[in-house]
């Protein structure tokens, strides 16, 4: 677990004023990781750190003499079309980099001028997915997610036995999962209708959500050698939002025996930015399962994950339908939750993922699962909140929805704030429905 720094101190500064608005996302205590380039250029894409509604360039940065020793080597590291080799370098580099950039972005700083010529308007790029993604794996650590879906197919006994034993995951797609801005068509895939005997193929029918966060690995594990629970941090990253679309009625006819298949693999999308585990670490919480349950196996049990395994992390799903949009009215709450619900945390998840000698390798993604709190209006997935399609939701212009319709718009967003740290977020991670090709 990283320890608090000075980084990470409520009362720092910066001297660009856009890191001070209510509300902003990326204040000095943030300084996330994306990739970025200028829009309407073919410029190379490159490392960069918001502050503010500014990109810090890492090319420019790198270039600029400001930075040395490992900050510099990290820096160098970021400046590339992908930051698996900032990844890679581990948990010091990372921290070197963030605290010197902390420290030429705060009030007073002698390099300002020079860091100031290294930015680059938000307003005025455009993002690619961060990393390359070598392997996804989706786990499925909400509880109250497994239950409701689970009761909606085996009513009097919704959870499976090993799910209060195990991280469950599976191994899913990575070359469709996209950034923020994404918009893909309406799969296509077969489903068997109620009453009949032979499958029809066409259009999935109940495309939905999943709010999800992402969580990137930075520095992998040799094959055969499982990371323990007490270092499994610090072979994260970062975490990002996620929306893993599903969908459902094609799901429902594919994932026995093995699991999801077409009905997952279409399109999956993430946030542009990656928010440091150190970002993080002001809003870590105790971990702590009720009494009744069985506790975390040895392997996946530890003082610090007990402790502050989990995260308060704030999270929320909008949407807006075509109609609103061309009334120009903004996107409606559908949900709001917080992943410090979610039954497993992300070292337990890293642990459990190695425990066989399984190797993680730089800029693997982990989804957390559909992120669901303990009352249906903190349910992430609309076959939740729908309760399996019965009770659809009724927005604010009269419109209703039960599933996703062509021309939805989705956007997730997270934040974390507590008394005593400054308020940090996440950006957007927003996709939209197209009609199908078929």
């Given at each position: 677990?990283?320890?608090?720094?000075?980084?990470?101190?409520?009362?720092?500064?910066?001297w660009?004023?856009?890191?001070?608005?209510?509300?902003?996302?990326?204040?000095?205590?943030?300084?996330?990781?994306?990739?970025?380039?200028?829009?309407?250029?073919?410029?190379a894409?490159?490392?960069?750190?918001?502050?503010g509604?500014?990109?810090?360039?890492?090319?420019?940065?790198?270039?600029?003499?400001?930075?040395?020793?490992?900050?510099?080597?990290?820096?160098?590291?970021?400046?590339?079309?992908?930051?698996?080799?900032?990844?890679?370098?581990?948990?010091?580099?990372?921290?070197?980099?963030?605290?010197?950039?902390?420290?030429?972005?705060?009030?007073?700083?002698?390099?300002?001028?020079?860091?100031?010529a290294?930015?680059?308007?938000?307003?005025?790029?455009?993002?690619?997915?961060?990393?390359?993604?070598?392997d996804?794996?989706?786990?499925?650590?909400s509880?109250?997610?497994?239950?409701?879906?689970?009761?909606?197919?085996r009513?009097d006994?919704?959870?499976?036995?090993?799910?209060?034993?195990?991280?469950?995951?599976?191994?899913?797609?990575?070359?469709?999962?996209?950034?923020?801005?994404?918009a893909?068509?309406?799969?296509?895939?077969?489903?068997?209708?109620?009453?009949?005997?032979?499958?029809?193929?066409?259009?999935?029918?109940?495309?939905?959500?999943?709010?999800?966060?992402?969580?990137?690995?930075?520095?992998?594990?040799?094959?055969?050698?499982?990371?323990?629970?007490?270092q499994?941090?610090?072979?994260?990253?970062?975490?990002?939002?996620?929306?893993?679309?599903?969908?459902?009625?094609?799901?429902?006819?594919?994932?026995?025996?093995?699991?999801?298949f077409?009905?997952?693999?279409?399109?999956?999308?993430?946030?542009?930015?990656?928010?440091?585990?150190e970002?993080?670490a002001?809003?870590?919480?105790a971990?702590t399962?009720?009494?009744?349950?069985?506790?975390?196996?040895?392997?996946?049990?530890?003082?610090?994950?007990?402790?502050?395994?989990?995260?308060?992390?704030?999270?929320?799903?909008?949407?807006?339908?075509?109609?609103?949009?061309?009334?120009?009215?903004?996107?409606?709450?559908?949900?709001?939750?917080?992943?410090?619900?979610?039954?497993?945390?992300?070292?337990?998840?890293?642990?459990?993922?190695?425990?066989?000698?399984?190797?993680?390798?730089?800029?693997d993604?982990?989804?957390?699962?559909t992120?669901?709190?303990?009352?249906?209006?903190?349910?992430?997935?609309?076959?939740?909140?729908?309760q399996?399609?019965?009770?659809?939701?009724?927005?604010?212009?009269?419109?209703?929805?039960?599933?996703?319709?062509?021309?939805?718009?989705?956007?997730l967003?997270?934040?974390?704030e507590?008394?005593?740290a400054?308020?940090?977020?996440?950006?957007?991670?927003v996709?939209?429905?197209?009609?199908?090709?078929?």
């Amino acid at each position: 677990m990283t320890p608090l720094n000075e980084t990470h101190n409520p009362a720092l500064r910066s001297w660009l004023a856009s890191a001070h608005v209510a509300g902003c996302d990326f204040p000095l205590q943030n300084l996330p990781f994306a990739v970025f380039r200028r829009q309407g250029c073919a410029e190379a894409f490159r490392g960069g750190v918001a502050i503010g509604d500014q990109i810090v360039d890492l090319v420019a940065l790198a270039d600029s003499g400001t930075l040395a020793g490992l900050a510099q080597t990290a820096c160098l590291a970021a400046a590339q079309s992908s930051l698996n080799t900032l990844m890679a370098l581990g948990a010091e580099a990372w921290s070197a980099l963030r605290l010197a950039l902390s420290r030429d972005l705060r009030e007073g700083a002698l390099q300002q001028a020079a860091v100031q010529a290294c930015l680059v308007p938000q307003a005025g790029v455009e993002y690619t997915v961060p990393a390359r993604i070598g392997d996804y794996t989706d786990f499925y650590t909400s509880v109250y997610h497994a239950t409701n879906i689970g009761k909606q197919f085996r009513p009097d006994s919704p959870l499976l036995p090993n799910y209060k034993w195990v991280p469950i995951g599976y191994h899913g797609r990575a070359s469709s999962i996209a950034v923020s801005g994404q918009a893909f068509h309406r799969p296509v895939g077969q489903t068997m209708p109620p009453g009949a005997t032979v499958p029809t193929v066409g259009p999935c029918e109940r495309l939905d959500i999943e709010l999800e966060i992402g969580i990137f690995i930075g520095t992998g594990n040799a094959v055969g050698d499982a990371i323990a629970i007490t270092q499994a941090e610090d072979h994260v990253f970062g975490v990002c939002l996620l929306n893993d679309w599903s969908a459902r009625d094609i799901q429902g006819w594919e994932y026995q025996p093995l699991g999801p298949f077409l009905s997952k693999n279409f399109a999956s999308t993430i946030s542009p930015w990656i928010v440091t585990m150190e970002a993080l670490a002001p809003y870590r919480a105790a971990f702590t399962r009720p009494a009744e349950d069985p506790q975390p196996l040895p392997y996946l049990d530890s003082p610090a994950n007990r402790e502050q395994g989990a995260l308060d992390l704030q999270l929320e799903v909008l949407l807006q339908t075509p109609a609103m949009r061309a009334a120009g009215q903004p996107a409606t709450r559908l949900v709001q939750t917080n992943y410090r619900h979610a039954y497993w945390t992300i070292a337990q998840m890293v642990t459990h993922h190695t425990i066989n000698g399984c190797n993680l390798q730089p800029g693997d993604l982990f989804g957390s699962g559909t992120l669901s709190g303990p009352t249906l209006d903190q349910a992430g997935a609309l076959i939740e909140l729908t309760q399996g399609g019965k009770q659809p939701v009724t927005l604010p212009n009269g419109e209703v929805r039960t599933y996703l319709e062509d021309g939805d718009a989705i956007t997730l967003r997270g934040w974390c704030e507590r008394p005593g740290a400054a308020r940090i977020g996440f950006g957007e991670c927003v996709g939209t429905v197209l009609p199908s090709k078929t």
